[in-house]
């Protein structure tokens, strides 16, 4: 028997997971949830493997124990390709990991080639190479490595304007490759780059379909968690590592979330 009262822990490395939160909320309106951003290490993707593996199975080891969620959801792509397996072996609790959406790009695309925009370190891993492998072998994937979206969707969500430059920047990193201009559709292997779908959508001049994951975790959340019980006994929060937990631009971001404050860890 699952605690009614037991969240469902969302972690990701800053505000990205707020995109999977929202489509949680859509299937799971009653759900206790606990939001945690490790913005102490924002951000994941210019880090090693070594180093994002040790962190993301500590914290969530950490976490576990003080929260005793009834699941996890690993809401980043980069720490999910490099740390997934790692904290399934070491934690009894239910593991949702979030993976670039090669599978449904490659159903969706006219023209055979499908851009992929991620961290450095997600675009670079194997985990990638097998779901092209497995999903659009018979397809062109482009892969680019976009660092500067990540900065824009969190000064964006704390009520700042990014820099329209850095979007450009990311097309052009697809676009410029053999077989670019024939992309129709984006994935964005980040939970951050869908918080900036409107200004990736006119950087591409509004001629890509963008795909992520967020959909396909809520349903898979919903999927494990159907017939348990909800009992939300506080208002749901946030935690942040490191110092920005009293930051008022950062709460504010969270509040269209349902998210009521935010925590130090």
Do not use: W
């Amino acid at each position: 028997m699952v605690d009614p009262a037991a969240p469902i822990l969302i972690f990701d490395s800053g505000v990205g997971g707020l995109s999977v939160l929202a489509e949680v909320r859509k299937l799971l309106p009653d759900a206790p949830v606990i939001y945690v951003a490790d913005q102490a290490a924002l951000p994941y993707g210019d880090k090693t493997e070594a180093e994002i593996a040790a962190r993301v199975a500590g914290l969530l080891g950490r976490l576990a124990e003080r929260y005793h969620p009834r699941l996890i959801c690993i809401a980043c792509n980069t720490a999910s390709t490099i740390a997934l397996g790692m904290v399934r072996e070491v934690l009894e609790t239910p593991i949702v990991g979030t993976v670039p959406a090669i599978k449904p790009a490659a159903e969706m695309t006219k023209t055979g080639v499908i851009g992929l925009l991620g961290t450095a370190a997600t675009i670079r891993q194997a985990y990638v190479d097998n779901l092209e492998a497995e999903f659009a072998s018979d397809k062109t994937l482009l892969r680019h490595a976009a660092p500067e979206l990540v900065g824009a969707a969190e000064l964006k969500l704390r009520g700042g304007t990014p820099d329209p430059a850095i979007f450009a920047r990311a097309v052009e990193g697809l676009r410029a490759q053999a077989g670019g201009a024939d992309i129709d559709t984006a994935v964005l292997a980040c939970t951050h780059f869908p918080l900036l779908e409107d200004e990736l959508g006119a950087a591409f001049g509004g001629k890509v379909n963008f795909v992520d994951g967020a959909q396909g975790i809520a349903r898979r959340i919903a999927y494990l968690t159907q017939g348990q019980s909800f009992d939300r006994q506080q208002p749901d929060f946030a935690i942040v590592t490191g110092d920005k937990h009293d930051d008022p631009a950062l709460l504010q971001a969270f509040e269209p979330y349902g998210i009521a404050k935010i925590c130090s860890l």
